[in-house]
Nanobody, 127 residues
């Protein structure tokens, strides 16, 4: 059983930055591929960023590429999402997720690849 706890969300103005954290307990952290997803009201959940087991391979959709950076600290069992140049379209609830059986170097991009999810943290960007 893996528990995930997100933190770092908040209300910011457009152009600002935020850093989200996702702390994991349970499981073997350095075997997880990990991801951030987000869901805005009335919209489907979408991938934001993915990082592989080692932290050496990442994926970003075009909507956040160049603005967001995913990272992980295996010693602290924590994943991060640095979000810069925020825009109103980034407003959503952000969820972290883990794939506990990830193959090395893979960065799964679909929600059904992930086994455990956090409760979410709200990010609101005012324009």
């Amino acid at each position: 059983q893996v528990q995930l706890r997100e933190s770092g969300g908040g209300l910011v103005q457009a152009g600002a930055a935020l850093r989200l954290s996702c702390e994991a307990s349970g499981g073997i952290f350095n075997r997880f591929a990990m991801a951030w997803f987000r869901q805005a009201p009335g919209k489907e959940r979408e991938i934001v960023a993915v990082i592989d087991r080692s932290g050496g391979n990442t994926y970003y959709p075009d909507s956040v590429k160049g603005r967001f950076t995913i990272s992980r600290d295996n010693g602290k069992k924590t994943m991060y999402l640095q979000m810069n140049s925020l825009v109103s379209e980034d407003t959503a609830t952000y969820y972290c997720a883990v794939d506990v059986n990830a193959i090395y170097y893979t960065v799964p991009r679909t929600a059904d690849s992930y086994d455990y999810w956090g409760q979410g943290t709200q990010v609101t960007v005012s324009s």
